[in-house]
């Protein structure tokens, strides 16, 4: 089960490194969505360059960590998307997207949005970064106040049980 896991999370990563985007069809696009855990898809409405341009450069900078695909107008109107988005798709959540804006640095704001994880995890790398906005310091005064509460706890068990003179 664990090998499974991991030899198609592998088989994913290969995937993603070998091209940055995908052209997708009628036939590939239902295997596409949830081929990898995070799955980016451009629904381009017509050859517009600006698009497709700069989901390529998106697709470029972040193969490493997500999958990205093409497709076109037909594929758009089979699945319910309006042409000229983008649409993430994840295996536990509603697919997400944006439409009509084509800017890259909108494109890259919309990807570390929708990407971000729910709870972080923190790290080296970014504890600065919750240093910063103030979550750490929040979740450090959490756990102070449940080893506080955990000692509380402690000292009335023991004092409940005949140790009345004894302090955890």
């Not at 896991?5 to 949830?34: M, W």
């Not at 990205?68 to 042409?83: C, I, R």
């Not at 439409?99 to 080296?124: H, N, Q, Y």
């Amino acid at each position: 089960m664990v090998i499974d896991i991991f030899r198609s999370r592998i088989s994913a990563y290969l995937q993603r490194i070998s091209h940055s985007t995908a052209t997708l069809d009628v036939k590939n696009i239902a295997e596409f969505k949830t081929s990898d855990e995070i799955v980016f898809i451009t629904y381009i409405e017509s050859p517009d360059a600006t698009l497709t341009y700069n989901f390529n450069i998106l697709a470029t900078r972040h193969k490493d960590k997500f999958t990205f695909g093409t497709a076109d107008q037909s594929l758009a109107v089979n699945e319910g998307v309006s042409p000229g988005c983008v649409v993430r798709y994840m295996d536990s959540e509603e697919p997400q997207s944006i439409c009509g804006e084509w800017k890259l640095d909108v494109l890259e704001s919309f990807v570390g949005l929708v990407t971000a994880p729910m709870v972080g995890e923190i790290t080296r790398g970014n504890e600065l970064k919750y240093l910063r906005v103030g979550v750490l310091s929040y979740r450090l005064s959490i756990r102070a106040n449940i080893v506080l509460l955990v000692r509380k706890i402690t000292c009335l068990s023991v004092w409940r049980n005949g140790g009345g003179k004894k302090r955890v």
